[in-house]
């Protein structure tokens, strides 16, 4: 009898609309079985699950009961696909969106599961893309900059709304009940690994992105939080204490009662968690400077490994042996782009498009794509701002929005697709030139994720508009593929698996034999229509014209909770 002796791990990706695992082969990084689970009750921006909480404006909640379900659903689900014996899987490690944080109870009970706040929104996840904090991350800025507080420049000199300090204070603010009920604040990320270890572990990636930590010095002053609201002064204890572990480690074993519920082995090793974007960049099989990996999904996030701490304006972060060991790890992003083609698709389409696409047997985002493609740059008449949903880097304003400029009655549907497409590579590029002009090489461009996987189109005009060959990550589930290979990390080798991730990336990690490379012609179109992207940016972005602020306190004005006040 012939025994199979392969190992395996378990990656499990939490993103904005759903959860995704993969059980992977060890040493070969083969993905022997995929699961998907959208989450039940999505992202909550209009009501809470009662039906009849509304929400305001920029608010975007989740139900930490839909990431306990990707689990009992997902995990069963590969190892009956694959045929795999719990006993053959070494580690579990697993990715999510950041900062999505919670208020819990000392038990680990998050406080919207209890009856007397289930319908208060405050005490729901607030998903990475809620952005009503931002009156607390401007007024967090303002501290910040007045006392000359040293971490701002590690963050591109803003801290974002979208971030662990201006949510919970928005909590604080809105919702004092809520605030003192908790026990502590969490990212989800660490709440799913503390359901499946029994510990609150906080992972190094997080805190160091999104809640200002440094590995040397520690979180902001005490000082610092009392001048911000003297109710915060002791925050770090009160709300955000906790072991923080540098990702690469273990957080700790299954226990018995997690074991069960999804069917592994009690002891199983569990990874520290990890960022979704930050967790892809070994599974592309990057480890080393200059090589930009585009995360391309809801949203995108571009990540960069460089030696040396540099400080550049409006990105998200910088912080050491933030995404690999040994390195510096930076990060910046766009909080708008599978999103925006989504708006589009859900509000802007025409009935005969949707025809169309039923008689072709194909989704709007196809329909769209082909046509566009028949498109040459420049060809729209149309250039737009990829501000749907704020600018994350290199502006970091959650205040800023939209913009299409050029349309005419001729103006057709996939001429907007194209131009939304393309206001986002331009986006790309102010942050790929933000790096270099402040001492950050980007020598190669990768791309992994939900779009570069869907959309060959886009990946072409970025390449196009970046004038740089576009490698894609030969993982339909990066992600999670990036989390298996923490989960054998964090498993060791003496149980099957790596000691470092380096080890891992060499032989799990990878990229698809071709790549997307520059076009002359569309790069010459598009080197033009970028100065005027450029041009608009500084014009709509830095303060020249506040026309998108005034509109949108024009807009509160006139609106409670997105209701028009009579
Ligand atoms: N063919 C497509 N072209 C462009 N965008 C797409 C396409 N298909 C889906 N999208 C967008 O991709 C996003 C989902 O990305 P994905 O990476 O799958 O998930 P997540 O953001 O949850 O990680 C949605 O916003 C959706 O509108
Ligand atoms: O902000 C981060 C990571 O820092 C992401 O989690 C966030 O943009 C969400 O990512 P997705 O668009 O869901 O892939």
Not at 217 to 231: E, K
Not at 461 to 477: E, F
Request: charged share 20%.
């Amino acid at each position: 009898m012939v025994m199979n002796m392969a190992k395996y791990s378990i990656g499990v990706d939490f993103g904005t609309q759903s959860g995704r695992a993969v059980l992977v082969e060890i040493g070969t990084g083969r993905e022997v079985a995929t699961a998907v689970k959208a989450y039940t009750h999505g992202v909550m921006d209009a009501y809470l699950p009662d039906g009849v909480t509304r929400l305001a404006d920029d608010w975007a909640l989740q139900h930490p009961g839909d990431y306990l379900e990707v689990l009992h659903e997902t995990i069963p689900q590969l190892l009956q696909a694959a045929g795999v014996e719990p006993a053959d899987v070494i580690g579990i490690g697993i990715d999510f969106t950041a900062c999505t944080m919670l208020p819990i109870a000392a038990d680990g009970t998050p406080l919207c599961m209890r009856a007397e706040f289930a319908s208060h929104p405050h005490s729901y996840v607030k998903l990475w893309k809620h952005h009503a904090a931002q009156d607390e991350a401007n007024r967090l800025n303002d501290t910040a900059t007045s006392r000359g507080e040293t971490f701002l420049a590690r963050y591109g000199g803003k801290i974002s709304s979208e971030w662990m300090l201006p949510k919970l204070w928005q909590i604080l603010n809105e919702a004092p009940e809520i605030y003192d009920a908790a026990d502590v604040m969490v990212e989800a990320a660490d709440w799913v690994v503390m359901q499946l270890t029994g510990k609150l572990v906080r992972n190094s990636c997080t805190a160091g992105y999104k809640a200002i930590w440094h590995k040397r010095d520690g979180y902001p002053s005490q000082d610092f939080f009392r001048a911000l609201d003297p109710r915060l002064e002791n925050v770090i204890d009160d709300k955000l204490r906790g072991e923080i572990r540098p990702i690469g480690t273990r957080a700790g074993e299954l226990t018995e009662v997690a074991a069960n519920l999804i069917g592994l082995r009690p002891g199983t090793p569990v990874a520290v968690a990890n960022v979704d974007a930050h967790v892809s960049m070994p599974a592309v099989g990057i480890t080393e400077p200059g090589k930009l990996l585009m995360i391309m999904g809801t949203s995108t996030c571009h990540v960069l490994l460089g030696t040396e701490e540099r400080m550049v304006p409006g990105m998200c972060g910088v912080v050491e042996d933030g995404i690999i060991p040994g390195y510096m790890g930076y990060e910046a992003g766009q909080s708008c782009v599978g999103d925006h083609f989504e708006w589009f698709i859900e509000q802007c389409v025409p009935v005969n498009y949707v025809e169309e696409a039923n008689r072709q047997g194909v989704g709007i985002h196809q329909l769209l794509t082909q046509k566009a493609k028949a498109l040459r740059p420049g060809e729209s008449g149309l250039l737009a701002l990829d501000w749907w949903n704020g600018n994350r880097s290199t502006l970091v304003d959650a205040d800023l929005t939209g913009m299409l400029l050029g349309a005419t009655l001729a103006t057709k549907p996939e001429e907007i697709y194209r131009a939304l497409i393309e206001a986002t590579a331009f986006g790309t590029r102010m942050i790929v030139e933000t790096f270099r002009e402040y001492g950050v090489p980007v020598d190669e461009v990768y791309a992994c994720g939900g779009i570069a996987e869907k959309n060959d189109l886009m990946m072409q005009i970025y390449a196009d508009v970046l004038n740089m060959p576009i490698r894609i990550g030969a993982s339909s589930q990066t992600p999670a593929l990036g989390s298996a290979m923490f989960g054998a990390v964090a498993a060791g080798k003496t149980n099957g698996g790596y000691d470092s991730i380096q080890d891992a990336a060499r032989e799990m990690g990878g990229v698809k034999p071709d790549a997307y490379l520059p076009q002359e012609d569309a790069v010459k179109v598009y080197d033009v229509l970028y100065a005027e992207y450029a041009r608009l940016y500084d014009y709509f972005g830095r303060g020249e014209n506040n026309v998108m602020k005034t509109l949108k306190q024009l807009k509160s004005a006139t609106t409670k909770d997105g209701v028009p006040v009579c």
